[in-house]
């Protein structure tokens, strides 16, 4: 055990100590979909007993039908993972929450279509084709048109159609549209495991076109930071060394979330995690790490297309006081 | 048979309403029951007698005209007769003996107890075997004979009977008459009791009344001062005969019914 | 005098303004809606032949697969999952059978309780589940209650409203011979409106008792650890389609035995019902 | 002669083991239900009692932000949503109603197709959207068939059921006079049966109308371009709660009004059965 | 009227099993009715008398022996009769007008002349003025005479007719039955017409049937050998009051109706 939390601080800025809660506390996580390997370090620290060393009874809890903003607030759940668009749009409605952590250090989804029906290469490849959006259009065509325009296309020649609930492949593999905004730790992972050729442009490659941004992340309420800032530090801090651990040993993160969740294809899983294990962290100084210019830059681009009437505050969007170590902060 | 009056009818018309067309029922009906007596009603088909009924239990409220029992007038104040109703709205999900003994049950009386009586009785109604059939599997005659059955055993002091014997055979129907007398005299009952059967009604009365075709009108009352008990007078028995044709003559005088009004008269003759 | 000869007129216009103005609501909504039903097939027909290529290879499992499925995950879905499901389900429909008569009962007693009643059925069950889930969890937890509601508010509905319309229907001249026998309105409604109601009643609690499981699995979409909703949930997100497609199956399986356990006891409660159809009853069983 | 003496004996018992094995069906069943219902219940009261801080603040809309977003939207919604899901509701409507009542022919025709029937119709009730959405999509592309078919999908089942059993529940005694008086099946089924069903097809028609709108909401999240179930899902997606509490409101009005279309059509077309009714009938209007 | 048989009944027998219980209605019932012959049926209610009505029509089918209608045996074959059955049966969505065009209706006739034809004959069925009124509104002899008159618009050879004058009274009914034999000898029409009426019995038919009571045997046949048309025939003749006198002693002869077996007796008597 020494030296895993030797080679772990790597991951925490350097922590081997943690925070305790004051007293034993029994804390609900409300996840953001389904269990899946984005959430591996939750199931790290539950099964490893991180969150019994830090005095928690943690009980993770599957999605509900609702927005995690509106659970945390309620004061149902004390935690919970969204991601940085809603919870943009819930500050900017003036919901009392914070986010805590960024579990995954960049934007890991992007455009994909089936190399062998529309190929592309690059964010120009794109115009012309046929796009099938979940549901929010004005944030999705905005990301495709900045994209387009920084490849110098013409923006607004990509075509929307609403998908819903429907499986994206299947449709694409029929020409119903051809291209998807995926997560590719996860729909791209799958894809690849069947065999299915396909063409992606990850945000990641383009952060200087559209801006970064979390997703997902861990947040919670005003509420909780401030009259129990105690129980957000341990539980921040055994989550990081869930993370920490899902980095180091992705094969073991991922069986230990089979064990919890069987229902979840193991081939799937585990290249996920494999996948992913480069992800968390990435270049940040510690896993978690949130910088302020990534959401004053998301706040901006959602203003510029008038997706939101007014920015955010992004300084109190968010806060690493509860990470565990210490790094530069200018480093992030 | 006391003198004291137990049913009155004052004045009593009522009309019925129905998109544009009106039906006159009945027209300035009075008459007075005495507690004990044995009245008998009868008249053209459509006539306002079972609408009669359905006033003096209550159901309905009269247009004008006022209806007493027992010196307290009825306001939609149900209860205080038995009525037996003319189709008879036997209840379908009941067999037979549970439909029978609905009169006790809604007087609390204990089922079990009820039950018993009702046993005691089915044999006279030619019903002993089919306590529990339903009353969809029973023949016209029968639904009848247990609606009747009750009827009495609803126990109540007045007797609203709407062609009681309508679908029984001779025999069933004298047998049921004699019945229905001994208890009417031992009980003493006050019985209302409509009938088509000239025989019948003079048979069994003390009173006839006769009703004019719509808008029914009492048009003649007949005392029958026939001896009593009746079951030993021959059926040809030629007061009976006398007082039949008499009746009959009230019955003829009267013309055909009157068609509905196509458009409203004014009820209250302004 | 005036009046004695104005009043007849004015009610012979107003019969036949009434007929007219009958006629004619019910021609335009006739034909509203047969407009309706002609254009919406004409739109469903255009569209379905302007498919081009319908492959249905690999949408769905082939039936080894769900097999494959079950044979896995047996254990964990008879004795976690379907129990759960299960008991969510028949508390949910038991508490929607209560609820659902008593609403009926309160609808038909008076008439204010109606126009309040009503309005609230109606949005009851066109509010998105999701507008209510944070209400149910904030009053229940985690746990089962939401769950449950979820059935209770999917079963109630079709329970009520046909207990309604049966009470409604009971013969008017039964009733009218029971106050007639000086019956209170509570026994007139036991004696008589009650089992004049129970075809109608039964044949909502039949609607309910097909919509039950799914609400159960429904609930388990707000929040739950357990059920077939969460396996049918993780496993279509885990792009595992036997797993779903099991799960989906088990949920219609669950369904249809519910379904022919109302009809059983129709059949066993309703015997005069039946008696009486007999003759022309088709078929044997509890079908 | 020893069969004329076992025969009644056999009988007797036979008899005796029927009454047996229905009230033992009964008191299980019943017991079951009963409960079901007093442990669901207290599941629910447990755990609404243990709740700890209920906050509401921040979670629900105030009325007046409702209000506001109706100010800003009202030409969007008026022009473009409500009129979309409107269209779609009723062509979904009118096409549940012909087909619920050919189901509800059919199943009443002959008890082989009410054999295969009725498992197809408890199927698909319990098939959850998102089973179907990649189907729909497939044979209809995204237009607006998938929501028509979502809306006759949520819509044909109470009817097609409470007519079926409407059908089955006419008086047998009438039937059988129109046979004997020469009527082809056909004629007696018109004749007859169809009338007899009407009140409780309406029955069926009123629930339907009161699911119908939230079918195409429904239908909506599949996948639209406009519709209010366009409208819910947006606003709910990019946390505008005022929106999508406007949505609801307008979901629940539009079902309401349905509703209120369906008893006014009941009223008038089935004036035999309010004017039977009249007598007791306690209230006015077509409520 | 010919010697040609018309209806053939022969050694039928029909018994009714409900749970345990078994009702015979009729037991081993044969009788020939000639083409244009008027018989009536007389028994004690529950004697199977609309039950062989029901066999005669097609909608029950006997336990043993058979029925023929015109030389061909009835199996299921309905249509062949005009059927009034006991209780009314008037469909309750339809205005009194439209129930009694369901016959021609059914028939293919255009719904516009049957009215016309059923307009016609309103006035003498005291319904003139009830054309638009639903069953709901009608007194109970209005829809007595509503079912008779949908049964005459039928317009088939055969009539069965159960209990048809039941409910009226006797100055509509006394001008109903001359109607009915007026139309009787007219049209060359076959009628059997259950009454519980003696004297209706006789007045009427050419043949009175006796029904023993439950199970229903014929007990007796009575040949009605006065002269027609007998409109003439005072009520009071002697003759008639002779066959009266005979039938109900046929009646009364036949003791109570038996109550129904407990268990079932053997049908076919191995
Ligand atoms: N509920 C009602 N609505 C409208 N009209 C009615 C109603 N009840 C009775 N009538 C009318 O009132 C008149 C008298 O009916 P009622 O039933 O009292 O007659 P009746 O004397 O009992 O006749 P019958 O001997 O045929 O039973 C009839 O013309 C009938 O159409
Ligand atoms: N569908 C049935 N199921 C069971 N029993 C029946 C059925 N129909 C008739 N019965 C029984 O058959 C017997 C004869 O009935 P039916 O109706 O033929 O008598 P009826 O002679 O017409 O009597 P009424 O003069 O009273 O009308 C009755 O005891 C009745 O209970
Ligand atoms: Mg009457
Ligand atoms: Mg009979």
């Known amino acids: 055990r020494a030296q895993d939390d030797e080679e772990l601080a790597q991951y925490l800025g350097g922590a081997t100590e943690f925070a305790r809660a004051d007293e034993r506390t029994a804390v609900t996580l409300v996840l953001d979909w389904v269990p899946n390997t984005n959430h591996l370090g939750f199931y790290v620290a539950q099964a490893l007993g991180y969150y019994d060393e830090a005095n928690l009874d943690v009980t993770v809890q599957e999605p509900t039908d609702l927005q995690v903003e509106t659970v945390v607030v309620s004061g149902a759940a004390e935690f919970g993972v969204s991601y940085q668009e809603v919870a943009t749009y819930a500050l900017a409605d003036e919901t009392p929450i914070i986010s805590l952590a960024a579990i995954i250090q960049h934007n890991t989804s992007g455009f994909v279509t089936l190399h062998d029906q529309d190929p592309i290469e690059r964010p120009a490849d794109m115009a012309g084709l046929v796009y099938g959006g979940f549901g929010q259009p004005e944030l999705e065509l905005a990301v495709l048109d900045r994209l387009l325009e920084c490849d110098g296309a013409e923006p607004g020649t990509i075509e929307y159609v609403d998908v819903g609930y429907a499986d994206a492949i299947p449709l694409m593999e029929r020409d119903r549209f051809d291209l998807v905004w995926i997560y590719y730790a996860w729909t791209g992972i799958e894809a690849e495991l069947r065999g299915v050729d396909l063409d992606a442009i990850m945000l990641m490659d383009y952060l200087d076109c559209v801006p970064d941004y979390y997703t997902p992340i861990l947040i919670t309420s005003h509420t909780m930071v401030e009259e129990h800032p105690d129980v957000v530090a341990a539980f921040v801090q055994a989550t990081a060394r869930g993370f920490a651990y899902a980095i180091a040993y992705p094969n073991e993160a991922a069986d230990i979330l089979l064990e919890a969740v069987p229902e979840l294809d193991a081939d799937l899983v585990h290249a996920s995690a494999e996948w992913l294990a480069a992800q968390f962290m990435a270049d940040a100084p510690r896993w978690g790490q949130q910088s302020v210019e990534v959401w004053q830059g998301f706040s901006d681009f959602l203003v510029e297309h008038g997706i939101l009437d007014e920015g955010i505050d992004a300084e109190a969007a968010f806060t690493n006081e509860f990470l565990p170590g210490t790094v530069d902060e200018d480093a992030g | 048979m006391s003198e004291r009056p137990c049913i009155e009818v004052r004045a009593v018309s009522k009309t019925f309403r129905d998109d544009g067309r009106a039906v006159q029922a009945l027209a300035d009906v009075s008459f007075t029951a005495r507690s004990g007596e044995f009245v008998t009603i009868i008249g053209p088909s459509g006539s306002g007698k079972s609408t009669l009924f359905n006033l003096i239990s209550g159901l309905t409220e009269p247009d004008t005209g006022e209806i007493m029992i027992d010196g307290r007038p009825v306001r939609r104040d149900t209860g205080l007769v038995g009525l037996m109703p003319q189709r008879d709205l036997l209840l379908p999900w009941r067999t037979v003996l549970n439909n029978v003994i609905l009169g006790p049950e809604l007087d609390g009386v204990s089922k079990r107890a009820a039950r018993r009586r009702a046993r005691e009785m089915m044999p006279l109604f030619g019903l002993a075997g089919f306590e529990n059939a339903y009353p969809d599997t029973l023949s016209g005659g029968m639904r009848q004979r247990a609606a009747l059955l009750r009827t009495f055993l609803t126990d109540r002091d007045i007797l609203l009977l709407d062609e009681p014997f309508g679908p029984l055979d001779a025999l069933t129907r004298r047998e049921l008459q004699r019945w229905l007398l001994d208890i009417w005299h031992r009980f003493r009952k006050t019985i209302l009791f409509i009938t088509h059967d000239v025989e019948e009604a003079v048979y069994l009365a003390d009173r006839v009344l006769v009703f004019s075709a719509r808008p029914g009108r009492i048009v003649k009352e007949l005392t029958v001062d026939l001896p009593r008990p009746r079951s030993s007078i021959s059926l040809l028995s030629e007061d009976l005969r006398r007082l039949e044709a008499e009746l009959l003559e009230a019955l003829e005088g009267n013309g055909p019914a009157s068609t509905p009004e196509r458009v409203e008269s004014d009820p209250d003759g302004s | ?287």
């Open chain 3, 1 to 287: 005098m005036s009046t004695l000869l104005t009043r007849p007129v004015a009610r012979r216009w107003q019969t036949l303004f009434q007929d007219v103005t009958r006629a004619l609501v019910l021609v335009v909504v006739g034909g509203l809606a047969l407009t309706m039903f002609v254009t919406g097939t004409a739109q469903l027909v255009r569209e379905a032949t302007e498919t081009k290529n319908l492959s249905l290879e690999d949408i769905f499992p082939s039936p080894r697969a769900i097999a494959g499925a079950w044979q896995a995950h047996q254990d964990l879905l008879l004795q976690q999952h379907i129990p759960q499901t299960l008991w969510e389900t028949l508390a949910g429909l038991s508490i929607a059978l209560v609820l659902g008569l008593v609403i009926a009962a309160l609808m038909d007693f008076s008439t204010v309780l109606r126009w309040i009643l009503y309005p609230i059925l109606v949005v009851s069950q066109t509010i998105p589940i999701f507008a209510i889930a944070i209400l149910l969890i904030l009053i229940f937890g985690f746990g089962t209650g939401p769950k449950i509601m979820v059935v209770v508010l999917f079963c109630f509905f079709p329970i009520a409203l046909n207990t309604f319309a049966g009470l409604q229907g009971a013969d008017p001249e039964l009733i009218s011979l029971l106050r007639a026998m000086g019956a209170s309105s509570f026994q007139t409604w036991t004696k008589a409106r009650l089992p004049a109601a129970m075809p109608s009643f039964f044949s909502g609690l039949r609607i309910a008792a097909t919509y039950s499981v799914v609400g159960a699995i429904f609930g388990e979409y707000i929040t739950a650890q357990y059920g077939l909703g969460v396996y049918l949930k993780r496993s279509y997100s885990s792009f595992r389609l036997d797993q779903a497609y099991l799960a989906i199956l088990l949920t219609a399986l669950l369904s249809m035995l519910l379904v022919l356990l109302v009809n059983l006891v129709e059949r066993l409660t309703l015997r005069w019902y039946y008696t009486a159809r007999r003759a022309s009853w088709r078929g044997p069983g509890i079908y």
